[in-house]
T-cell receptor, first 116, second 111 residues
Framework: DTGVSQDPRHKITKRGQNVTFRCDPISEHNRLYWYRQTLGQGPEFLTY????????KSRLLSDRFSAERPKGSFSTLEIQRTEQGDSAMYLC??????????????FGPGTRLTVL | RKEVEQDPGPFNVPEGATVAFNCTYS??????FFWYRQDCRKEPKLLMS???SGNEDGRFTAQLNRASQYISLLIRDSKLSDSATYLCVVNPIQGAQKLVFGQGTRLTINP
């Protein structure tokens, strides 16, 4: 399978703990995105990387959240001092300018986070 | 006001029916428009892009009205496999990469 992969698929943690999620984009895609989706809502944009550079960040991305893409390939999203309100599905997507002009974003299966 | 607004439904229609979804967006400078489909507990997948001239893909027709800031999706001869949540999506800023999603409209096709 050459699609976007995310790990872990599920994470249960206690309030106050730190968690880290990983995303592996489609191999030739240089653009990578993180979104958050809560039940009954559409995904909300968190941040965007082009290669290793983080070019856009949403105001939703508080200082407890940090994302990296050190070598322009996989990315990690870390949440420090988790709160119950962080419980959501965290979706990663990737795209390439050479694919549909970069307009289509391909999503991974998501990491479902539950904060107890 | 939300940037992209959709009727969340649910819509329950019989197989073979025609169903239409609408969506409005608030940013008149928005550049690109899409419909994504999301099956239960799955990731969103692009259904179709939406162009000013309107476009059709098999049983699916998408329309854009820039003056009214309104996007529509029409599904003809609905199939059981069309049951899903349909997300209206806008790229609001030229050169920016973020997508803004509506809440989604849940559709169930009944046999």
């Amino acid at each position: 399978d050459t699609g976007v992969s995310q790990d872990p698929r599920h994470k249960i943690t206690k309030r106050g703990q730190n968690v880290t999620f990983r995303c592996d984009p489609i191999s030739e895609h240089n653009r990578l995105y993180w979104y958050r989706q809560t039940l009954g809502q559409g995904p909300e944009f968190l941040t965007y990387f082009q290669n290793e550079a983080q070019l856009e960040k949403s105001r939703l991305l508080s200082d407890r959240f940090s994302a990296e893409r050190p070598k322009g390939s996989f990315s990690t999203l870390e949440i420090q001092r988790t709160e119950q309100g962080d419980s959501a599905m965290y979706l990663c997507a990737s795209s390439s300018r050479r694919t549909s002009g970069g307009t289509e974003q391909f999503f991974g299966p998501g990491t479902r986070l539950t904060v107890l | 006001r939300k940037e992209v607004e959709q009727d969340p439904g649910p819509f329950n229609v019989p197989e073979g029916a025609t169903v239409a979804f609408n969506c409005t967006y608030s940013n008149s400078a928005s550049q690109s428009f899409f419909w994504y489909r999301q099956d239960c507990r799955k990731e969103p997948k692009l259904l179709m892009s939406v162009y000013s001239s309107g476009n059709e893909d098999g049983r699916f027709t998408a329309q854009l009205n820039r003056a009214s800031q309104y996007i529509s999706l029409l599904i003809r001869d609905s199939k059981l496999s069309d049951s899903a949540t349909y997300l209206c999506v806008v790229n609001p800023i030229q050169g920016a990469q973020k997508l803004v999603f509506g809440q989604g409209t849940r559709l169930t096709i009944n046999p």
